[in-house]
C-alpha cells in the first residue's frame, strides 16, 4: 500500500503515518516544514518521504501526489489530515483569521482530493480519509471557524463517497475527541478547559494518538470494504 499523509510531519498526522508503516505501507507526509519526519525516516528508511507541500496551494498538492506516485509507483490511500485552528469568538475574530482556517481546512482538503483522484483512479481505485472534530457537534465559544471548517469536511466527505463510489474510491471521515497530542495537546495543558470538558467525557480522560490512529488504520484497510461515506467519532464517548 502507498499512502499520503498531508500534515503526516507532527501532531495526529505523525502517528496516523507510523501506524501506516507499522500495517506495512510506504508513506509519504506533506507539509510546509520537515517537522518530525525525520525520526519517521530513522526508523523506517525508505519506506518513509518527506515532501514540501502547501494544501493552500493545488500546485504544491499535484506536486506531493506526483512525487509519492513516482517514488512508489502509484497511490491507494489519502489522508487528508493538515489542519489549522484559531480561536476567537465571531465578535473578535480576525477576517484574515477565518481565512487562514478556511483556506487550509477547507480549500486544503478539496485541493487534496482533487489532487489525489486521478492517482487512485489510475490504480484501480483507493480509499480517502479526512479529519473533522468532535468540536462540530459539542460547540464551545470562540472556534466558529475551526468548526465551522469542518463542519464543511464532514459534508464535503459525504459528496466524495456519492461522486467516486463507481471509480472503486472509498471516502470517509475520521472525527477524533480531545488528544493528547497536536492541537489537543492544549486543551490537555489548560485547566479550565478541562474542567468544562473532562466530566463530559464517558473514559474519564484524553485519548491517545493510538486511539485514532486504530480507527485510522482500520477505515482506510480492506476491513473496512462496506464502510462508506461516514464520519466515525474517535472521541471518549464526549456528550
Ligand atoms: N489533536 C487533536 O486533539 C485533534 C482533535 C480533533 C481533530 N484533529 C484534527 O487532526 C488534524 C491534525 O491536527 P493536529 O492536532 O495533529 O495538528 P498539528 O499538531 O498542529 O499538526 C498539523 C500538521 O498540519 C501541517 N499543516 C498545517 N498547515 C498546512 C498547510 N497549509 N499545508 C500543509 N500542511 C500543513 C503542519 O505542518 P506545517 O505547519 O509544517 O505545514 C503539521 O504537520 C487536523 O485536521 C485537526 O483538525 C486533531
Redesign the pocket.
Known amino acids: 500500500m502507498r499512502a499520503v499523509v498531508?500534515?503526516?510531519?507532527?501532531?495526529?498526522?505523525?502517528?496516523i503515518a507510523e501506524g501506516f508503516l507499522q500495517a506495512g505501507a510506504q508513506v509519504v507526509?506533506?507539509?510546509?516544514?520537515?517537522?518530525q519526519s525525520g525520526e519517521l525516516v530513522k526508523r523506517y528508511g525508505e519506506f518513509v518521504h518527506y515532501h514540501p507541500?502547501?494544501?493552500?496551494?493545488p500546485a504544491?498538492?499535484d506536486g506531493l501526489m506526483t512525487e509519492a506516485a513516482d517514488r512508489f509507483g502509484g497511490v491507494d490511500i489519502v489522508v487528508?489530515?493538515?489542519?489549522?485552528?484559531r480561536n476567537g469568538t465571531v465578535r473578535r475574530l480576525s477576517p484574515e483569521h477565518w481565512r487562514d482556517v478556511m483556506?487550509?481546512?477547507v480549500d486544503?482538503v478539496f485541493h487534496t482530493v482533487q489532487a489525489a483522484l486521478p492517482h487512485l483512479e489510475r490504480g484501480g481505485g483507493g480509499t480517502i480519509l479526512?479529519?473533522?472534530?468532535?468540536?462540530t457537534g459539542r460547540i464551545a465559544p470562540g472556534a466558529s471557524a475551526?468548526v465551522a471548517?469542518?463542519a464543511a469536511?464532514e459534508a464535503f466527505t459525504r459528496c466524495c463517497a456519492v461522486e467516486f463510489a463507481g471509480r472503486r474510491v472509498r471516502v470517509n471521515c475520521?472525527?477524533?475527541?480531545?488528544?493528547?497530542?497536536?492541537?489537543?495537546?492544549a486543551?490537555c495543558a489548560d485547566e479550565r478547559l478541562r474542567a468544562a470538558y473532562w466530566p463530559r467525557l464517558l473514559a474519564g480522560r484524553?485519548?491517545t494518538?493510538q486511539e485514532?490512529v486504530n480507527a485510522a488504520v482500520f477505515l482506510v484497510s480492506p476491513a473496512a470494504s462496506y464502510v462508506n461515506g461516514q464520519v466515525v467519532q474517535v472521541?471518549g464517548g464526549l456528550l
Open positions: 498531508t500534515g503526516g510531519t507532527a501532531g495526529l498526522g505523525r502517528y507526509c506533506g507539509a510546509r516544514g520537515e517537522g507541500a502547501d494544501v493552500r496551494e504544491s498538492v487528508a489530515n493538515a489542519g489549522i485552528t483556506s487550509t481546512n486544503g479526512t479529519l473533522s472534530s468532535a468540536m475551526y471548517s469542518k469536511v475520521l472525527s477524533p475527541g480531545i488528544l493528547t497530542v497536536g492541537m489537543g495537546a486543551v484524553a485519548g494518538p485514532a472521541d
